[in-house]
């Protein structure tokens, strides 16, 4: 009853990748017993990029099965589609209200998506935030654990929410942003000064959580480096090196001084070679369950449909508070 509640979520814009994996599903698997989990397949968020329609949905629930093949249990966190519970939208729009464009400006991810998809600057993409906001505020959430990237986001998140407290007392909980040590931010194969990406282009940039084991040592064996022949952490003068340490690090717990110890004299063949076989051995539990859960219709369908239903109920229930608090009349019954 009085445990903490943490939200987070994913969007279904392509097959998850390494990144996503170990700079949040991986942390969101510890958190399961401690607090009350709902993890969103936040499929609002992405139709803010041009999404073809039999593709979404497909990745959509494929993502869900990746929540469960990962270990969330579906019966101890909440996991559903962002699109079934339609007081997020509700919620989005209010707040969009008490969000100033000027903070909107500041944000990184839309101006980096703006560069990418410069044919398609919608206003979705500019409110993203506000979105993301209500997603957070409309569950009381008390932590959010997320990528480093998204930090940005959750400030925003927290200023609206102090933002409207102030005017009309409390009613949003406050989140606090929760992001791990290790894997917060896994850099591109190919280019590893920008973060890995599920929406890249360049296949060979990430790995997928379904890449077969040929593929990630094929990958690992592809992946950028530099020529100083040392295996050590610099992210400035050997990025490469420094990411595939990353990862490495955030698999099997070592840290950078161990495995820097482990490789010393050894060449990057070596190293690129224990790393693929570190990510290989850390995916094949979560791709069987997965492969077992796509065979299993009737269980996915159940889930998603329950799920759905727990989290309108508590969704709606501040929704109608907000509603109230603004001066919204109340639905005559
Ligand atoms: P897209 O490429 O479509 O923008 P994305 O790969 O950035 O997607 P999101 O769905 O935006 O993925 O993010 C899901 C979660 O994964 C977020 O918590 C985010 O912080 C985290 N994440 C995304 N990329 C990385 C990365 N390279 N390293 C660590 N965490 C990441
Ligand atoms: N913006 C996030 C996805 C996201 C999210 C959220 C994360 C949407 N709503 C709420 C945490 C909490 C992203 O791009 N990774």
Known sequence: ?????????MQPSGAITLGNYLGALKNWTTLQDEYNCLYCIVDMHAITVRQDPTQLRQSSRNL???????GLD?????IYYQSHVPAHAELAWILNCY?????L???????????????NINAGLYTYPALMAADILLYQTDLVPVGVDQKQHLELSRDIAQRF?????????VPEPYIGKVGAKIMSLQEPVKKMSKSDDDINATINLT???ATIIRKFKRAVTDNLAQVKYDEIAQPG??????IYSAITGDSYESIQNEFEGKGYGDFKLRVAEAVISELEPLQQRYKQLSADKNYIDTIIKENASKANYLATKTLRKVQKKIGFPPIVR
């Open 1 to 9: 009853m009085d445990k903490k509640t943490i939200f987070s979520g």
């Open 64 to 70: 869900l099965m990746q929540y469960i093949a990962a």
């Open 74 to 78: 579906p019966t101890k966190n909440i």
């Open 99 to 103: 969000t100033y464009m000027g903070e």
């Open 105 to 119: 400006n500041r944000m990184t991810q839309f101006k980096d998506k703006s560069k990418s998809h410069s044919d």
């Open 165 to 173: 407290n102030s005017i009309y007392g409390d009613v949003f909980t």
């Open 211 to 213: 890449d077969d084991p």
């Open 241 to 246: 090196i420094s990411n595939l340490m990353a």
